[in-house]
């Protein structure tokens, strides 16, 4: 749960009605890629959605959705942008020129994170879901403490090594007593799209055993698509056409 | 190049001819297995390597290397660990339990990282090789500002989406003054094994249009094989047999 002494305001023209960080501690094992999916299959059932892009230093959400900045700043704060399918998403990279590094000292990243939860009118959301940056440093560290987070999905791959750095992030919000909602796992499984035959490209699913005996459950379990990489790279992620019913379930409990 | 007002005290231990630190901005495209390849390709050629593991909150070295911790320490400071193939490596998993998540601040992080040059005694090595953490973030700019640099080596993957942020991390070394030695592209093809097809995974290879104009040479173009996953997974990664003959040739003209 958020600490009372670190937790921040709320934006007046927020009503946000439930927070989802998605995370993984690796980086590259598709927590963007699930962040636009869970939008996207809260959107099909009808629920509004909004995405806090926390990846402050390596930002993908923009390009996947196709927007571009700069966002609308106002006396009262700024607007998140509206992505084609109506997600509401606020991102550095709407904000500055998007192949500007941002060399930053840890402290005003995470600053700038709690400005997009303070500073950002995101209006009236049934959901909002943070795509947290890799790692367990600054940012996650400054969402866990200081935004009123509900719960955390967590994203993983077949790689053993990945497990390793997926078990310290499931630690950590276990240490910061934030409920870990599930995991997903991305890169399960592949099929030759010529021949049709199963290609374990980064190895055999595992998700199941990294799951045991944790008690969370294993919301999905992801292909590797060349026509999501496509599609992403087109700024058209929201037509990726999968969609998390477990996932949503669990959301929807909350 | 490093700033003086920086740059901190080597350890009276330590003989490294050439320190190369190689980023992304990106997390999960490939640093620590170009960085293992580069010091397997110099070890093939003679040269006495080490790896100073510089993704503090995401370490994958040490799995890698099939190597844990603790490390010795003295008195004078740290040795490195000593991998099978001889590579001495610097990590905070070799510190700490390796499930155990980093939940420090930018300044803590970095600071760990300036230990790891001043307290380490890495002893006569021809090539340090520092694998860098994803983003422009603290750690970076600790490396760049604190650490004798000679240059980077920026790895990226296919998507569009990676060579936006690959942009930013070559725009953060020409900024700080860091030559960019060269790119690496991974995950570049992959055939089928089974009918032998090529599948474009993360899209096609567009590494050569990223670095036209840039006067950086393209150093090689990585496959995608499940071998690699499994060798790193067992930590063999210095049995992976790709030598990166392009790369060396150009490390060995610092």
Redesign the interface.
């Known amino acids: 749960m958020p600490n009372p002494m670190f937790e921040i305001e709320t934006n007046p023209h927020s009503n946000v009605r439930h927070i989802v960080a998605v995370m993984s501690?690796?980086?590259?094992?598709g927590k963007s890629l699930v962040t636009s999916l869970l939008s996207t299959s809260l959107r099909k059932k009808g629920y509004s959605t909004g995405i806090l892009d926390a990846?402050?230093?390596?930002?993908?959400i923009p390009?996947?959705y196709g927007i571009h900045g700069p966002v609308e700043v106002t006396e009262d704060g700024s607007y998140p942008k509206k992505a084609s399918d109506g997600t509401g998403i606020m991102s550095l990279n709407l904000m500055i020129a998007?192949?500007?590094?941002?060399?930053?000292?840890?402290?005003v990243?995470?600053g700038t994170v709690k400005q997009f939860w303070t500073d950002v009118m995101w209006g009236d959301l049934d959901y909002l879901i943070v795509d947290m940056?890799?790692?367990?440093?600054?940012v996650?560290?400054t969402v866990f403490q200081s935004l009123p987070i509900d719960g955390v999905i967590v994203v993983t791959s077949p790689?053993?090594?990945v497990s390793?750095?997926v078990?310290?992030?499931m630690?950590?919000a276990k240490?910061?007593k934030i409920p870990v909602l599930g995991i997903i796992e991305n890169y399960s499984f592949?099929s030759?799209?010529?021949?049709g035959?199963p290609?374990?490209?980064?190895?055999e699913s595992r998700v199941d055993a990294t799951a045991e005996g944790t008690g969370i459950p294993v919301l999905a379990k992801l292909p590797?698509d060349?026509g999501f990489?496509?599609l992403?790279?087109e700024g058209r992620a929201f037509d990726i056409d999968l969609t998390l019913d477990e996932a949503v379930k669990v959301l929807e409990k909350l």
């Open positions: 501690g690796k980086g590259g094992v990846d402050i230093t390596g930002p993908s390009k996947m998007e192949d500007q590094p941002v060399i930053w000292r840890g402290p990243i995470g940056p890799p790692g367990t440093g600054d996650p560290l790689q053993d090594l390793v750095i078990a310290k992030a630690k950590m240490l910061m592949m030759c799209p010529h021949c035959k290609i374990s490209v980064f190895g590797i060349p990489a496509a992403v790279d």
